[in-house]
């Protein structure tokens, strides 16, 4: 190779240099870039075209994002479980104020109730106690309404978060159909396209957050979107949309897919997932608990207070507006109208004799009467497994988040030991390049003094 | 394994979040001195604490019923009492009048005296505790004796039914009683028809009729002793339950405690151990923060 062939071979290795420290600085700048994978520079020696040639120096073929697609998927596969327990964990704990703490709660309410019967006994033709009764019997009533209520708004609440997942769904399966889009239409191994994939890859981890997405990788480098039974989100650079829809008494969203299908039973998992379990199972449980609840006392009160005398000796009404069935029961209860309006007509005697307390007495003595779950367990038993039920499902859901977080954190790191950057290796590489740079410097230098003692010879 | 550098941070990031979650957990333990903030912090114990606050609100249900059938018992063990005094009181007075011997103005004095017995015996009869004509069986708000336009008092107006008030879940104690059980029982004649027939009996200087009332106050004092018996008797397996619902009232606290509250000595060093752990989560995250080999390039 001639001496200038020599000095154009250097110059090619300056910039093949230069552009490595390019590089690290590209991945010092995104350090702290979510999706960011590391570049790594792709040089290659160009060999000698004669016998005569050591070569033609150094040639850069082209940056690398370094990936693992494996550990990604991994990534997209755990991240639903662990948010769908921290969407779960979030919302209960909202349930789990809502309802009380033991012993100043609708137990309590239970107690104040029939304490107010056991008072009676002790003073059967008390008008005080009469209407002690009746306010304590309004009081536990308005609880468990109350109660449904507190519930109803945490259904809401939970709702307005799913209207907040479903829009960041839309939102980022809209980005990634553009994704697609861009990256089908790159050309080569560019930095563009790597920057194109790095988002694309963010937004997918982003998306299986929110629900459990099925992601399969097409030739033009595009990624398509399903979920559930195989519905789409993505496909190619066509996106399709979530719909959530008000419907019901309480205005709660119904998803639908593009064909208006409901697809609400399809997201198992995810934020997403778990808010549509806390709101569609879970809180309707504890409201079907409280009914339970609510009915139990509602017939159980208004058995014993039909078969006693009021205080005119005429045969009892019942204590509560009867109700047909346990379903809304904790919502209707309330004190029956004819009996609200008149103390005289609580009863308190088993036989038509005003001053009788045996009523009142049974009615006191339901407290202790095994009336729930197949006459196994008191009102307050009852009680207690709700509560036992939203404490539990709480703590397990932060368990498992906390569990499911922890494999997250472990393939994340694993993906970072692949794809992030290390300040350390790139500082290395900055000195790497650096001294290359120099080197190749002083060869440049070397080999043009090398021409300018050439050219004097002749001169 | 390479790391880079926002795997360090996250793994310490997560750690600075998990401790200063448990440091912030055990603070408003120590500071509200409860264990249980929440059923999800232990379920188990939550379902414990609703059935120990119900299990106290019953003993509190029952300590206000016996506290409350106490004072009424107290009254009744009082009337019963002088029920009693005044039927000996009659006794001696109508014995007084027995034979030749009394003068007529004796007689008389005898027959006034008996008057008032009767009158005081009318007023135990006709108690009234709270509203409530404890002698009047459960028509508690009849009185129980009333006087005819001529002084004597007329029959029984209460029934024979009684009321009983729960002061446990399997024990209750009689609160209103049949005073006709005590003036009469099952003679013929209540106190007051045999005081009324003894004071004509006596002016008249009747003797076998005197001494058939004497024996029919005899009687009378023997069922107002039997009553005052049974009250006394009441009294002290109320006094009894007071204790055991004391006892039990103590034991249902503790066990709600435990549950509940917590132990301040233990809080405060899981407390101290959490901040520890906080700390040197925060210096490990400083530490290796700080190192980096562009620290060394000059």
Do not use: C
């Not at chain 1, 809304?328 to 609200?340: H, Q, R």
């Not at chain 2, 401790?19 to 999800?40: D, I, K, N």
């Not at chain 2, 004597?152 to 005073?179: H, W």
């Not at chain 2, 339950?241 to 503790?254: H, N, Y």
Request: glycine letters at 10%.
């Amino acid at each position: 190779m001639s001496l200038f062939g020599t000095l154009t071979s250097a110059s090619r290795s300056l910039d093949a240099q230069r552009f490595g420290l390019d590089v690290v600085g590209q991945n010092i700048a995104n350090v702290n870039t979510a999706g960011y994978t590391r570049r790594t520079l792709d040089l290659a020696a160009i060999p000698p075209t004669t016998n005569l040639s050591a070569g033609g120096g150094v040639e850069v073929q082209g940056v690398r994002a370094i990936r693992d697609a494996l550990l990604e998927r991994r990534l997209w596969q755990e991240t639903p479980a662990q948010t769908m327990q921290s969407a779960i964990a979030n919302s209960l704990s909202v349930v789990e104020v809502a309802l009380g703490d033991a012993g100043s709660s609708i137990d309590q309410k239970l107690t104040a109730f029939f304490d107010s019967f056991a008072g009676l006994s002790e003073d059967p033709t008390s008008a005080t106690s009469r209407q002690e009764v009746l306010l304590q019997g309004q009081s536990l009533a308005s609880s468990f309404s109350d109660m449904v209520s507190r519930l109803n708004i945490a259904q809401r609440d939970v709702d307005t978060r799913i209207r907040g997942d479903v829009d960041q769904v839309n939102s980022l399966v809209a980005q990634i159909a553009g994704l697609n889009e861009s990256i089908g239409g790159a050309t080569g191994s560019g930095a563009n396209l790597q920057t194109l994939k790095d988002q694309q890859n963010e937004a997918v981890k982003a998306l299986s957050g929110l629900l459990n997405v099925h992601v399969i990788q097409r030739e033009d480098g595009g990624l398509d979107v399903t979920f559930g039974q195989g519905r789409p989100l993505v496909i190619g650079a066509s996106n399709f949309a979530v719909t959530a829809t008000p419907t019901g008494p309480l205005g709660l969203v119904t998803l639908t897919d593009a064909n208006g299908v409901d697809i609400g039973a399809e997201v198992t998992s995810g934020s997403l997932g778990g808010y549509l379990k806390t709101r569609d199972t879970t809180i309707p449980g504890y409201v079907s608990r409280l009914d339970d609840i609510a009915y139990a006392v509602v017939t159980q009160v208004n058995t014993v207070h039909q078969a006693g005398f009021d205080l005119n000796g005429t045969a009892g009404l019942p204590f509560f507006t009867p109700l047909g069935a346990a379903a809304g029961a904790a919502t209707a209860i309330s004190v029956n109208a004819a009996v609200a309006g008149d103390p005289n007509r609580v009863v308190a005697a088993g036989v038509a004799a005003a001053g009788d307390n045996q009523a009142a007495r049974q009615m006191a003595d339901l407290r202790d009467a095994r009336v729930m779950f197949g006459n196994t367990a008191t009102m307050h038993d009852a009680w207690g497994r709700l509560v036992y039920q939203a404490g539990s499902d709480t703590r397990y859901a932060r368990l498992e988040e906390r569990s499911r977080g922890e494999v997250v954190l472990q393939i994340e790191a694993l993906r970072d030991s692949v794809s992030g950057v290390s300040l350390d290796e790139e500082a290395a590489n900055m000195i790497k390049f650096q001294r290359a740079y120099e080197a190749n410097a002083r060869f440049f230098t070397t080999i043009d003094s090398a021409i300018e003692t050439l050219l004097n010879m002749v001169r | 394994m390479r790391i880079s550098f926002q795997s360090g941070f996250r793994h310490a990031l997560a750690d600075i979040e998990r401790t200063s979650e448990e440091l912030a957990r055990r603070q408003r333990e120590v500071s509200s001195g409860l264990r249980l903030q929440a059923p999800s912090d232990d379920p188990t114990a939550a379902v414990g604490a609703v059935s120990e606050n119900a299990a106290l609100g019953a003993i509190d249900r029952y300590q206000r019923a016996a506290d409350s059938v106490g004072s009424r018992l107290t009254v009744v063990d009082t009337v019963l009492g002088d029920i009693v005094e005044k039927l000996t009181q009659a006794q001696a007075v109508a014995t007084g009048g027995l034979g030749d011997t009394p003068s007529q103005a004796q007689r008389e004095a005898a027959a006034r005296e008996l008057a008032g017995i009767r009158d005081a015996l009318f007023g135990d009869f006709n108690t009234n505790f709270r509203g409530v004509f404890v002698f009047a069986g459960t028509s508690s708000t009849t009185q129980t004796y009333t006087k005819n336009p001529d002084g004597t008092v007329a029959a029984y107006q209460g029934n024979t039914s009684t009321i009983s008030v729960d002061i446990d879940r399997t024990s209750s104690v009689q609160i209103t009683f049949d005073g006709s059980s005590v003036a009469q029982g099952g003679e013929a004649r209540d106190v007051f028809a045999v005081i009324e027939a003894l004071r004509a009996d006596i002016l008249a200087g009747d003797t076998p009729a005197i001494e058939t009332g004497i024996a029919d106050l005899k009687k009378a004092f023997d069922r107002a002793v039997r009553a005052q018996t049974q009250v006394g008797t009441d009294q002290k397996a109320l006094e009894d339950q007071r204790l055991r619902l004391t006892d039990e009232k103590l034991g249902a606290t503790e066990r709600l405690s435990k549950l509940t509250e917590a132990n301040m000595a233990e809080a405060i060093s899981a407390m101290s151990r959490a901040e520890t752990g906080y700390k040197a989560a925060l210096g490990a995250t400083a530490t290796i923060t700080r190192v980096s080999l562009m620290d060394y390039l000059k």
